[in-house]
């Protein structure tokens, strides 16, 4: 049987309005992050979930319970954080974004590459399918993880993941499917 996912990002941080690449730092939602989440339930009125997965930070956690506290289960997973950028944790993204596609197989200094969160994932969805088969499930979390699903599940290329990324196409929506 498919276990059909449901992909959305946390809502915006005060990081995210300052152009600053969080990467593992644990910041807060700001307003327009919580009216986001909150929003994003209105968005999704009707649709089921069996259990809700978010990252264990903050933002993730919070934009989930926000949005579906109500709805499933919530269940944080670290598996599920964003690229750990080591040193470049917390930087501004003008510095970090440009990084990106050299860290696809290079680790951050101190942190990850984009293949070691696809690996993350890769994890994540073996336990999937061990244990929610057949389930609908949503996945609230960020941008890296959410890319590693792209090349997983939708034989994208790193390179083209974050080039066709709806952060760079301003194309983001209530939720992204995936099935497996």
């Known amino acids: 049987m498919a276990i059909r996912i449901t992909y959305f990002v946390h809502g915006t941080t005060i ?12 910041v807060e939602l700001s307003e327009l992050g919580k009216k986001q989440s909150i929003d994003l339930k209105k968005q999704v ?8 997965f978010c990252s264990d930070l903050k933002r993730a956690v919070d ?8 709805e499933a ?25 440009p990084m990106q596609e ?14 070691d969160v696809k690996a993350r994932m890769a994890d994540f969805l073996k336990f ?3 244990d929610y088969d057949g389930k609908s499930v949503a996945i609230v979390a960020h941008k ?10 939708k034989g994208k290329t790193w390179e083209e993941a974050l080039a066709e990324d709806w952060r760079k196409t301003k194309a983001w929506k209530p939720g992204w499917e995936y099935e497996i």
């Not at 009125?45 to 809700?52: C, R």
């Not at 934009?63 to 109500?70: G, I, N, P, V």
Request: proline share 6%; glycine share 4%.
């Open 45 to 52: 009125k009707g649709k089921k979930f069996d259990v809700i």
């Open 63 to 70: 934009s989930a319970k926000l949005a579906f506290e109500t």
């Open 15 to 26: 990081d995210n309005e300052q152009r600053i690449s969080s990467g593992w730092s644990d």
């Open 102 to 115: 050299k860290n696809i197989t290079e680790r951050f200094p101190e942190g990850e590459s984009y293949e």
């Open 73 to 97: 289960p919530i269940i944080p997973d670290a598996r599920l954080r964003e690229c750990n950028y080591g040193t470049y944790n917390a930087e501004p993204s003008a510095i970090v974004e």
């Open 144 to 153: 890296a993880p959410q890319l590693a699903l792209d090349v997983l599940l």
């Open 128 to 130: 999937l399918k061990r």
